[in-house]
């Protein structure tokens, strides 16, 4: 049956996604959660530079930013729901909405990095910016790759929907998904601990 | 298939109701996570003497909102569930202890 996916999530070699896909999250998690707890140690060390370096960050941006992924992983999964009822044409309409969150989102985080730039916060000002700007950057790569990830889905979504697995699509997917995830660490740590 | 090959297959629900059921539970988790976000931006604000804990275990909620519902974690075998509850539960009172 064409609207019909067999897979056992329950297993656990077959969660969600594909387990290659799940290693490589644990992967980049623990890779941003290792800077960041070394973000937490260098805190400690000058706290009181930490938290007026912080203060130069637009709370807002972030803020704003968060929904715009939030929205976008709303929109990604409703994608990866009607590819599965076979769905095509309300599947293509989310995922672009899809990577226009995604789109949204960097060009924001422009408008941001071109007002710290401005503001001479660039990333060897201190050790909070140093930070600020690995941790961020790094994100907005994953950011990019996830795009890129996703037009190639839309492609195929547009021109041989039929062709397209729904296996490797729910893999975009969850790397999509992954890039929220990244966020929803770096946005209160970064904008709102310290 | 790998899956039917080693009788792992089950049919993925398609009836209506399920459907949407399963649009209902993304609508819910998104209005959620938006009403976290401006929570935390609200008590991020807020000169509190845990505001750090917080705003901590709010990142905790929308994080677990996005993995077990939009990457339907949920229905995944309960060793995946651990090992993200469990890294993300060591990352934060990590970050909070420091």
Known sequence: MANTLKIDYKNVFYPPGGILMWIVIYLELVTFGIALVFMALSARAEPEMFHESRLLLNTAYGAINTVFLLSSGWCMAQSVHFLKKRNFSKSRLFLNLTMLGGCLFLALKSVEYYDKVEAG???GYNDFFGYYWMLTLFHVVHVLVGIVILALSARTLRKK??????????????FWHMCDLIWLLLFPIIYLLF | MA???FDLAIAFPNNLFTVLKMEKSFNITWIVLIVLTIVTAIFANMEMKYVALIILGLAF???IGVAFF?????????FWKVLLIGFLGVLLTAVWAI
């Not at chain 1, 929907?161 to 969850?174: C, Q």
């Open chain 1, 121 to 123: 916060l660039t990333i």
């Open chain 1, 161 to 174: 929907p039929e062709t397209l697995k729904v296996e490797d699509y729910v893999s975009g997917a969850t």
């Open chain 2, 3 to 5: 899956y039917v090959r």
């Open chain 2, 61 to 63: 909620l929308k994080f």
């Open chain 2, 70 to 78: 939009f990457m339907e974690l949920k229905k995944a075998n309960v």
